[in-house]
DNA sequence: TAAAATTTTTAAGTAAGTCTTAAGAAAGGA
DNA sequence: TCCTTTCTTAAGACTTACTTAAAAATTTTA
């Protein structure tokens, strides 16, 4: 993730910036108000912080310029200034949080921390040797190309990857993809296996999908 | 946009409630922290406004217990304790954001639609391929040109690509751009997708809405 | 206020894709 | 080897989505 500062007070800004790369964070500093704009505009940063004061373009501007390219990047502003007013004027340029001077480094990297939590909700994601599966998106994954599953394909492996390591039994497998209960003399599951293999095209030697016979299937790593 | 206020002083929690009635939000009060959170799980409100301190469950567990369920609805903590470590505790457990009492209403209505902004407010502008879709005028281009659509068919893309990239399921679309909810039997979505892709004249190897079988659609780049 | 135009919804036929069954081939275990 | 279980394929049943037209509702116009 990387932040940059616009602040011209080398002391804060390289407080800041060692306190932030010690979060593993990839920090850069402007120390005016041109430079930082120019900055930003790479569009390089993932978040900004910007000082309201600084020489040059204001803060306010950078914050507004910014925006007009970049919809989502978070902007967090750094005042001195506490009035409520001019507060206001900062997050209606299209900021989105503001910390007032003198904060404690905690407490800014919390706000920061807030901003960049992901914001799609956390829908699962289990992966199995080069396979990722996308709950939330409905995706499947091989080597990063997408694989085109449908609805019974995809629960089945899902009820597959979510158990991976254990074996999965025909029962709770028909039960859980399926919702047949009690009885069933079918072959579905071995068809969707197979289908599965075919389409994630999984070779002899990849197999993530062992069979155990008289029982079931499991995901397993290799 | 309904929002739900979680406050146990009547002085505090009318005034808010009327402040934000007259900005044309929808507002419900609950005066101790059982009730909140019960109210607050019913999933019926876009913001939650959480005092510190309430009687019963504290505003940080009702704000613990909800994120569990929704991911995505602001959470604005309303504090009178104004120590860096306490606030630092309600970031943590979840919350976008919080004010210090006393504050300034025109402040916390600034911080609400700060929260509230990357969902329905401000004007904002997606891209979808050669689409730009702008929700400040109402407008949609391609390739420059504009495309006339209807409030539905409108809403509907903004629907789209507001989630570009991500499968919007039915039950999610229906709800959201035709405001029906718990059950559907109808085809308006699939008329409307069919007449947005003949509006915007998708051909097959453009079609930047894919329907994803048995789920639902999604606005793709291709 | 009625007529006209537009938008929204319903409905029904068609097309496309998915699921299940079934049957022969292959593999594993006794 | 024989029997059982699993693999593989293909055809038919079924489900879901597409497309069109027309009815219903809403908005605009005269």
């Known amino acids: 993730m990387r932040i940059l500062i616009v602040e011209d007070e080398p002391g804060i800004s390289n407080f800041l910036k060692q306190g932030l790369q010690e979060e593993s964070f990839s920090v850069d500093i402007a120390a005016d108000g041109n430079k930082g704009l120019q900055m930003a505009l790479s569009g390089d940063y993932d978040l900004l912080l910007l000082d309201w004061m600084v020489p040059g373009i ?27 007013d001019e507060t ?13 001077k003198p904060f404690h480094f905690e407490e800014l990297l919390e706000r920061i921390k807030v901003q960049l939590r992901p914001k799609s909700g956390e829908h699962s994601v289990f992966t199995l040797g080069s396979i990722t599966l996308n709950t939330g998106n409905h995706q499947v994954l091989k080597n990063g190309k997408e694989i ?11 009820f597959l990857m979510r ?3 254990t074996v999965c039994r025909r029962t709770r497998i028909i039960e859980s993809v399926w919702d047949i209960h009690f009885e069933y003399n079918t072959g579905v599951i071995d068809v969707y296996i ?6 994630l095209r999984l070779r002899d030697d990849e197999n993530y999908i062992q069979t155990v016979r008289g029982i079931g299937y499991m995901a397993k790593e290799l």
């Open 194 to 199: 197979n289908a599965l293999r075919k389409k």
């Open 88 to 100: 206001i004027f900062g997050l209606q340029s299209g900021a989105n949080d503001y910390i007032k």
């Open 148 to 158: 085109n599953l449908t609805q019974k394909e995809f629960s089945l492996l899902e």
């Open 163 to 165: 158990n991976k390591g």
């Open 58 to 84: 204001s803060g306010i501007e950078i914050c507004r310029q910014f925006r007009k390219e970049f919809k989502e990047t978070p902007i967090i502003f750094l005042t001195a200034k506490d009035t409520v």
